[in-house]
T-cell receptor, first 114, second 112 residues
Framework: GAGVSQTPSNKVTEKGKYVELRCDPISGHTALYWYRQSLGQGPEFLIYFQGTGAADDSGLPNDRFFAVRPEGSVSTLKIQRTERGDSAVYLC????????????FGQGTRLTVV | QKEVEQNSGPLSVPEGAIASLNCTYSDRGSQSFFWYRQYSGKSPELIMSIYSNGDKEDGRFTAQLNKASQYVSLLIRDSQPSDSATYLCAVGGSGSARQLTFGSGTQLTVLP
């Protein structure tokens, strides 16, 4: 596709449930990032993939959060035992490698834990 | 802890005026700097990138970078009501750290 695609756009889940959020990056972009944005704040880094491997997962808040990118394209962010504090907009971005590191965002997934 | 600081605003300017948005960052090794525009309820949209000291112009937008002062700014000339949005400053890390650190954004309102 032409841009970064995220599904679903909105997700409402009950506390304690498991959720998966999907990101399809811009074709050809080898770098993929997950961020989380709360109301009134800038995006907060979660994890960065270069190809299939997680190059930096230092932003994941705890071990309930996990992300994969098995074929170096689509990525899935997985959250186990969701808590109300996980409610936020989860943003995915992708970029090419090399000197130009401009990252482009998808439309985000709004996660609400009730 | 890398930090990016922005005035939260709100900043109001009349239509046709110049809007000036400012940002400071803590990591002296940062190599890349970006401005994103975010409309309410939407995702961030990249509007400017700058990598070296000085000015970079693109249409009505000018980004300015001063690495010695750890300061980056965005000027919007001939501001339009459609420029009303939150502007996010983002800083890329040093070396292989490609992820961005964002400020909390400055809310800009352009008054007709």
């Amino acid at each position: 596709g032409a841009g970064v695609s995220q599904t679903p756009s909105n997700k409402v889940t009950e506390k304690g449930k498991y959720v998966e959020l999907r990101c399809d990056p811009i074709s050809g972009h080898t770098a993929l990032y997950w961020y989380r944005q709360s109301l009134g704040q800038g995006p907060e880094f979660l994890i960065y993939f270069q190809g299939t491997g997680a190059a930096d997962d230092s932003g994941l808040p705890n071990d309930r959060f996990f992300a994969v990118r098995p074929e170096g394209s689509v990525s899935t962010l997985k959250i186990q035992r969701t808590e109300r504090g996980d409610s936020a907009v989860y943003l995915c971005a992708s970029s090419s490698t090399g000197a130009n590191t401009e990252a482009f965002f998808g439309q985000g997934t709004r996660l609400t834990v009730v | 802890q890398k930090e990016v600081e922005q005035n939260s605003g709100p900043l109001s300017v009349p239509e046709g005026a110049i809007a000036s948005l400012n940002c400071t960052y803590s990591d002296r090794g940062s190599q890349s700097f970006f401005w994103y525009r975010q409309y309410s309820g939407k995702s961030p949209e990249l509007i400017m990138s700058i990598y070296s000291n000085g000015d970079k112009e693109d249409g009505r937008f000018t980004a300015q970078l001063n690495k010695a002062s750890q300061y980056v700014s965005l000027l919007i000339r001939d501001s339009q009501p459609s420029d009303s949005a939150t502007y996010l400053c983002a800083v890329g890390g040093s070396g292989s750290a490609r992820q961005l650190t964002f400020g909390s954004g400055t809310q800009l309102t352009v008054l007709p």
